[in-house]
């Protein structure tokens, strides 16, 4: 890019990126410690999952480990993790796609 480059906006192009690319860093910060919480199996399972897509904490409700259905348990744990992250990747999007749409092409 050529220096003192100049959008048809007026104004300097290189200074709209590195003012997006903060604002980008500073939301992915932020999303770091936000979680999310998807349950499953009416509350047996709950996945807390962060908004960089860590997972935080899970909670199993002690009556399912009494049962020993351990092919239901796996499923519940997937089904909630993936929830989890579904709804993690959804909250990210909303916070950055805004941010994507500004960048001056």
Do not use: H, W, Y
């Amino acid at each position: 890019m050529a220096k003192g480059f100049k959008s048809p906006q007026g104004g300097n192009m290189m200074q709209q990126l590195q003012k997006l690319q903060q604002q980008i860093e500073t939301t992915q910060a932020e999303l770091a410690e936000e979680t999310v919480t998807a349950t499953v199996g009416g509350g047996a399972i709950k996945i807390e999952v962060t908004g960089d897509q860590r997972c935080k904490s899970v909670e199993i409700d002690a009556s399912l480990l009494e049962e020993s259905d351990v092919e239901m348990l796996q499923d519940l744990l997937l089904t909630a993790i993936n929830s989890g992250l579904d709804q993690s990747r959804e909250m990210a999007a909303e916070r950055l796609g805004p941010l994507a749409s500004g960048l001056p092409l």
